[in-house]
């Protein structure tokens, strides 16, 4: 069965730091899409992005946050400068068409700002 | 999108017949309604999607009646593997909207 691949599994750096997340989506899909999960809070949708630029973004997805397609089959989230409250776990999806279609997520990156 | 309503949490015992029911009154025309799974520290999982009547997979039945105001997953003779929470979804299925929003979802417990 085809996946969603995320690295690295788990991530610490120090506030202030600048991380990237990667993720590979599944080959034939058109849509990718960020979200995170706080420890014990819900999903919640960061970006999405289709046709190499960003769809929709939810508040969250402030000026520290980017995304980058960069070589056609990656995708990536950078946070530009960590605060301890960007403590979670992040996770890539993706999926063939639009939000009603079947969105494929990988196992998550945690994050931890120390 | 349309907003849904499910509870918080339920607990059952290892072999029986889960049902969770979510509300979506104000569902619109076009809207399909979509169930995903979440184990502890993994990604959601796409379990099952329907627009109407009912929906069988090797997962999940789904029951959607004709108002289609409310649907219920059902899963037939859970396990301890089942513990996980699940999520209700309404929207298009056909749009290209390009943002899947999750709620609370209903935390399930199986015990043994």
């Known amino acids: 069965e085809p996946e969603v691949t995320q690295t690295p599994s788990h991530q610490v750096t120090q506030m202030g730091q600048e991380v990237i997340l990667r993720c590979v989506p599944i080959s034939n899909h058109l849509y990718f899409y960020w979200y995170r999960q706080i420890l014990g809070q819900k999903v919640e949708f960061l970006v999405s992005f289709y046709n190499n630029e960003i769809s929709e973004k939810s508040e969250i997805f402030d000026d520290q946050f980017s995304v980058e397609r960069p070589d056609g089959s990656n995708f990536t989230l950078k946070i530009r400068s960590t605060k301890l409250e960007d403590s979670a776990m992040y996770f890539c999806a993706s999926s063939e068409a639009g939000s009603g279609r079947e969105a494929f997520f990988g196992q998550g990156t945690r994050l931890t700002v120390v | 999108l349309a907003k849904t309503t499910q509870p918080i949490s339920m607990d059952s015992y290892e072999g029986q017949e889960v049902n969770i029911t979510c509300s979506h009154n104000?569902?619109?025309?076009?809207?399909?309604i979509t169930w995903y799974q979440q184990f502890p520290s993994q990604g959601p999982r796409f379990i099952i999607q329907g627009y109407k009547t009912k929906v069988t997979n090797e997962v999940a039945s789904l029951f959607i009646p004709a108002d289609r105001k409310s649907s219920t997953l059902s899963l037939p003779r859970v396990s301890l593997s089942d513990t996980a929470v699940y999520y209700c979804l309404v929207g298009e299925r056909d749009s290209s909207a390009s943002k899947i929003i999750f709620g609370s979802g209903t935390r399930l417990s199986i015990r043994p």
């Open positions: 104000n569902i619109a025309t076009n809207d399909y």
